[in-house]
Structures are given as structure tokens and as C-alpha cells.
């Protein structure tokens, strides 16, 4: 089967939220020592998900326009783009102000002033499809893209369970050829 069309989750796949959150919390040191595989962000931090999120909502959409991109950015739209046609398929936070903030972030990456192709909402498996691929790093989005009949690659952060994969965009690319 041809890959149709790759959804691309933007947050811990393209940009460093988990960089940008524990810089917020002043606990950038933990981004070393992650425990393998825990997703539970606020729970690793210490607090409840009120706390970890008042400080994000407190700063409006900039907190979400203004952290950095991965290093394997480009590399890894480039593999997508000589892959199939993507989208960026992000979810956003409880402030109306990250999805505005979202854009901003994806017009400068991107340097396209007008870029358009982009999905925001939290319910991803809606675009469920057998010839497109979701690329994410939450298990709970993976599992419910392939449950509505799509394809989809876990990318590897040490928040999942592919924690002990390093060179990200070889698995992705690996995993894309198994798929095509």
C-alpha cells in the first residue's frame, strides 16, 4: 500500500516543548534524566497538571511561538516531503492564545509567511485513513489512529516507549519504507 499522506505532530516530534517546559519550571536539568518511557510530564515535575500548565497558559501564545525547533527539522521534513504529501497535525493547550501562537511558530520554521497546511485539535484519529501515516510521539494518539484504520510510527522521545532509539529520523525513514 502507497502512503497517501503523513500527519505530523509538531510538539516533541518538530519543536522542543519538553525542552521549553522544563525551562519553565526551572528544571532543565531533568531533560538529561528523563525516566525511560514516562509520559506523565507534571507527575515527573513533581506537581499536579493545574501546576504545570497555569505557568504555560499564564504566558499566552508566547510561550508556544517562542520555543525552538528540533535540530532535526529540516532533515526530517525533507524525508516526509520526499515521502508523500504532510500536514502538521497539532493539538493545543487549554489557552485560546496556543493555536494562534502554534501558526506564528510554523510560518517562521517553515519560512513560508502564509503556510497553511496545518490541522489543530486534539482528536488526530478523525483523519484516519489505511494510506496515512500519523508521525507522533504519544502512545495515546499512535494507538487510537491505528484503532480508526490509519498507519502510524511512534517517534522516538524518552518520554515513550521507543526511549532507547537515537537516530530518530533513521527509524522514521525505516519505518516509512516498511509502510510504502
Wanted: net charge negative; glycine share 8%; proline share 6%.
Amino acid at each position: 500500500m502507497a502512503v497517501r499522506h503523513i500527519l505530523l505532530d509538531m510538539d516533541g516530534v518538530i519543536a522542543d516543548f519538553m525542552g521549553a517546559i522544563l525551562e519553565l519550571h526551572g528544571q532543565r536539568e531533568l531533560a538529561d534524566k528523563w525516566p525511560d518511557g514516562e509520559a506523565d510530564y507534571a507527575g515527573v515535575l513533581g506537581m499536579t497538571k493545574d501546576e504545570f500548565w497555569k505557568p504555560v497558559d499564564g504566558l499566552g501564545g508566547r510561550f508556544w511561538a517562542e520555543f525552538p525547533p528540533y535540530p532535526w527539522l529540516n532533515e526530517l521534513l525533507t524525508l516526509l516531503r520526499e515521502t508523500a504529501p504532510f500536514t502538521i497535525s497539532t493539538s493545543p493547550s487549554r489557552s485560546a492564545a496556543c493555536a494562534s501562537a502554534k501558526v506564528e511558530w510554523l510560518r517562521e520554521h517553515f519560512q513560508e509567511p502564509l503556510y497553511m497546511d496545518f490541522m489543530i485539535g486534539t482528536q488526530k484519529y478523525l483523519l484516519a485513513k489505511p494510506d496515512v501515516v500519523l508521525i507522533d510521539d504519544q502512545h495515546k494518539n499512535i494507538d487510537q489512529f491505528r484503532k480508526h484504520g490509519g498507519q502510524a510510527i511512534l517517534f522516538p522521545q524518552p518520554w515513550n516507549s521507543n526511549f532507547a532509539i537515537t537516530d530518530r529520523i533513521g527509524y522514521v525513514r525505516s519505518e516509512l519504507e516498511k509502510l510504502v
